[in-house]
């Protein structure tokens, strides 16, 4: 079982998270009368910049992370009467005609089953509805992933790692679109970008991917070893200190 986010840790550190979203977000022409659902909404602070566009429209805030939507009932309390919260999962969404718009960032590849979120996606949009999202595409933090895996394999971690996945779908454009045209979509357009992250210090860098990036691998490991894994990993990785991040772009219409 994948587990659940440290919200209050993410809200702090999710920058990189919070950067992209805000170039995908203004890139989104909005009336300000629409529906829009916020899938993967984290901790809201996008959604807060969502629901300011949407000055006589709607929101969702959906998200799988009950921690996630706790924070998120927080930060976006001022709206109270204009959005609604939503635990769901993306892959097995059961919404229908219900939005204008699907906005979303840095969490589609969470979703393992790309064919099952788009028919989600697609039975949840009113018709003229649109997607609006990026998430890590095909590449996206493969030579990290690499020097984690490396230390996965080595005593006395690799015996807490037997059958392990990296719970992520890193997508091709090519197989989005796919996906996407099979469930309906219409206009859809898909592209990488890459996305290099870089980290002042060791400290930030450290903080960041055992909060984000780590999180299911250190979740694997008795709490005695989460300390000494990290710095394994950490020990490992170029100075300065970078991620490298992929970013999947995706637009579509119903």
């Not at 290099?196 to 709490?223: G, H, I, K, W, Y």
Request: one cysteine or more; charged letters at 20%.
């Amino acid at each position: 079982m994948t587990p659940d986010w440290n919200a209050e840790v993410y809200h702090r550190v999710s920058e990189p998270q919070w950067n992209w979203g805000l170039a995908v977000l203004s890139s989104l022409t909005l009336e300000g009368n629409e529906t829009v659902i916020d899938a993967g909404c984290g901790t809201g602070r996008l959604t807060n910049v969502l629901m300011e566009r949407l000055t006589s429209g709607r929101g969702i805030a959906l998200d799988s992370s009950e921690a996630m939507l706790e924070v998120a009932r927080r930060e976006l309390a001022r709206f109270d009467g204009r959005i609604a919260f939503l635990n769901a999962d993306l892959g097995a969404l059961d919404l229908h005609n219900l939005a204008d718009v699907v906005f979303s960032t840095a969490t589609f590849h969470w979703v393992k089953d790309h064919a099952a979120l788009a028919t989600g996606l697609y039975r949840a949009l009113k018709p003229g509805g649109r997607v609006h999202a990026q998430c890590g595409g095909h590449g996206n933090l493969a030579a990290f992933l690499k020097l984690a895996n490396e230390v996965s394999a080595q005593s006395p971690f690799a015996a807490h790692f037997e059958g392990f996945v990296y719970p992520a779908h890193f997508a091709t454009p090519e197989a989005t679109k796919v996906h996407f045209e099979a469930a309906g979509f219409a206009n859809v357009e898909c592209w990488l970008t890459d996305a290099p992250t870089p980290f002042e210090t060791r400290d930030d860098f450290s903080t960041f991917v055992s909060a984000v990036v780590l999180r299911t691998m250190l979740a694997r490991l008795p709490d005695a070893l989460q300390p000494a894994y990290l710095e394994q990993v950490i020990d490992r990785a170029p100075q300065p200190y970078t991620l490298d991040y992929v970013r999947l772009e995706l637009r579509a219409e119903k």
